[in-house]
């Protein structure tokens, strides 16, 4: 793992509109040059007032104007005994300390002065419902700094500042490449011994569920010359590589061929002692990390978690790159026998109110081949070479969800 995040560099920064930043991570600390809010308004409807006028209240004040948010509060003033109308986020106008909401006045026409009287039915301290300029933020602060994920509070902030574009590490762009004469994609009667490519669409799926930009670069058979040419296309238009298939110990499986013929040594095809997923092809090209994954649909799913997400992670700035882990208590337990692997035990997830602690049971059957536990686990527990764990044990669980 520590080889294969060591060789992924992260990813020149970018400046991104801010509504594609969602994810992102910022390449700097980001520094706000304006005030938030800009101006003192009111938190409430209400009638602006002076503080000072609503000692003793029950009181009443005579009602000098509207002030509805949005307009400028230019020509309003609230002298002694006076108010103004005012509705949440207007600016407070000028004489005016404190807002009454409108639940605690009533409001009258004045027959002898021809206007109107609010009846407060509250006295009220200086900067009652205001909202200070700069409350939330001040020129020069610093809002973000460097390596925050951008979510969307976040986002919300930064539109509140004037930011249209962002500085980021911006998203991989991952291309995604099966490798296989037996597989075919969409619907329609297979042939003998055909079979539905499921490792593009999965590993697509994590890609985007990455962050990352997935690009689809389909499917070769299993020809040498037509692997190189989608690998050097990949290459070509992105920034990152994922393969599956052809990465076993056979001399001539082809991803291992073409990524010879590339310049690259046998270093790059690694056995890995974890079960399932056992074969892997890491290698660096151009800049261009490419993991070669293996063909069974578990097993590459389970590669790209422990080997490819964390390193696409790492590129695109994130610091935090590893799924969390928990502890769980095994339901019926997970025999195996003793191989020299770690075994990557696909489990559900519940949480016991109760005992105040998760459980985990098998999410089904666990061959390298088979889609459907897969696709119900929350996790991976991590079973240790030797005779398994026992039902009621203690066993630590990658957390998928």
Request: charged share 25%; hydrophobic share 45%.
């Amino acid at each position: 793992m520590a080889r294969v995040r060591g060789a992924c560099d992260r990813l020149h920064p970018s400046a991104v509109a801010l509504d594609d930043a969602l994810g992102c991570v910022t390449s700097v600390p980001l520094t706000s040059d304006v005030a938030v809010p800009p101006f003192a308004n009111t938190a409430m409807d209400g009638f602006a007032v002076r503080a000072a006028d609503t000692a003793g209240a029950p009181v009443t004040l005579r009602v000098v104007g509207d002030l509805p948010a949005g307009h400028d509060p230019a020509g309003l003033f609230v002298g002694e005994g006076e108010a103004v109308r005012i509705m949440t986020g207007a600016p407070i106008p000028d004489g005016a300390d404190a807002v009454v909401m409108v639940e605690r006045t009533r409001v009258e026409r004045d027959h002898g002065a021809g206007g109107e009287v609010v009846h407060v039915e509250v006295e009220v301290p200086v900067g009652n419902h205001v909202r200070a300029a700069g409350e939330d933020v001040v020129p020069g602060q610093e809002v973000f700094p460097a390596f925050t994920v951008l979510r969307p509070g976040h986002l919300g902030l930064l539109a509140t500042l004037g930011m249209k574009r962002v500085p980021v590490f911006r998203r991989a762009r991952v291309g995604v490449l099966s490798t296989g004469d037996e597989l075919v994609d969409g619907p329609g009667e297979l042939r003998p011994g055909q079979i539905r490519d499921a490792n593009r669409h999965a590993l697509l799926g994590l890609v985007r569920e990455a962050g990352c930009d997935g690009i689809d670069l389909g499917i070769v058979g299993d020809d040498v010359d037509a692997v190189r040419g989608a690998i050097t296309d990949g290459i070509s238009r992105c920034d990152a590589l994922l393969t599956s298939g052809g990465v076993s110990m056979g001399d001539w499986d082809p991803v291992k061929v073409v990524l010879r013929d590339l310049g690259v040594d046998d270093d790059a095809a690694m056995q890995v002692a974890i079960k399932p997923a056992k074969p892997l092809a890491f290698t660096v090209v151009d800049g261009k990390p490419i993991f070669g994954l293996p063909g069974n649909p578990a097993s590459s799913m389970v590669s790209f978690e422990l080997f490819a997400r964390p390193a696409l992670l790492g590129m695109m700035g994130h610091q935090v790159v590893d799924r969390p882990r928990l502890t769980a208590i095994a339901v019926d337990g997970f025999d195996r026998q003793p191989d020299g692997k770690l075994h990557l035990v696909r489990v559900q997830l519940r949480f016991d109110p109760v005992e105040g602690r998760y459980r985990c049971r098998s999410a089904g059957g666990q061959g390298s081949n088979l889609l459907r536990s897969m696709a119900m686990a929350d996790g991976f527990a991590l079973v240790p070479d030797g005779d398994g764990i026992r039902a009621g044990d203690r066993v630590e669980v990658i957390d998928l969800r």
